[in-house]
């Protein structure tokens, strides 16, 4: 009985795509509506009706939005090992270019925003990230802003919320003694955090 009910849905379904249908699109949003699967129109916000036979249809916000990048351990110039974390926040100028240039856009982000990162983080020293402050979200901004810019997206802040030294060696594991009769720890020393 369930396979007969389903059978009929999908029928009144496929019935129902011969007719338009009305869609309203909010005022943080644009409509991309593509038509027999090539041809791309960009609606603003407002009422619209569109036929489901030939046209599918995609809603995408273009106002402010906060992507946060996962976090990243990487060396600096100077062989030290630290651990980042970061945020951007950005806005879509072009929606025709974000849904034709990509698959999808916001693992294009996170792939541009990370390899942003590392190439700041790992092509300065310790002490010169530490010492640069603000500078170093100026400089994140002009690595990433071009590759972004590509896709229509406008990026509007690229900042670090966590830059944490790890020590240089962290090694916990047990080795044999030197008579061989058993195992003790060896645990070399964690570098100070005041050397960093």
């Excluded at 970061?86 to 693992?107: C, G, M, R």
Aim: include cysteine; hydrophobic fraction near 40%; aromatic fraction near 12%.
């Amino acid at each position: 009985m369930e396979s007969v009910f389903g059978w009929l849905g999908d029928i009144f379904r496929s019935i129902l795509r011969i007719f338009p249908q009305l869609i309203i699109v909010r005022k943080t949003h644009n409509l991309v509506k593509f038509i027999c699967g090539k041809n791309v129109q960009i609606k603003p916000p407002g009422i619209y009706f569109w036929w489901p036979l030939i046209t599918e249809i995609e809603l995408v916000p273009v106002v402010r939005q906060t992507t946060h990048l996962h976090r990243q351990y990487l060396t600096t110039k100077d062989d030290r090992c630290i651990g980042v974390s970061s945020i951007l926040i950005y806005e879509v100028e072009n929606t025709e270019k974000l849904f034709t240039l990509t698959w999808d856009y916001e693992d294009t982000i996170c792939d541009y925003g990370t390899k942003a990162v590392k190439k700041i983080v790992c092509g300065h020293t310790l002490q010169e990230l530490l010492s640069m402050g603000m500078a170093v979200d100026t400089k994140l901004c002009e690595e990433l802003s071009p590759d972004l810019k590509h896709y229509g997206i406008k990026t509007m802040v690229f900042t670090l919320v966590d830059l944490a030294a790890w020590p240089a060696f962290i090694i916990d594991k047990f080795a044999y003694n030197g008579n061989g009769n058993g195992k003790e720890k060896v645990t070399t020393e964690y570098e100070s955090m005041n050397d960093l």
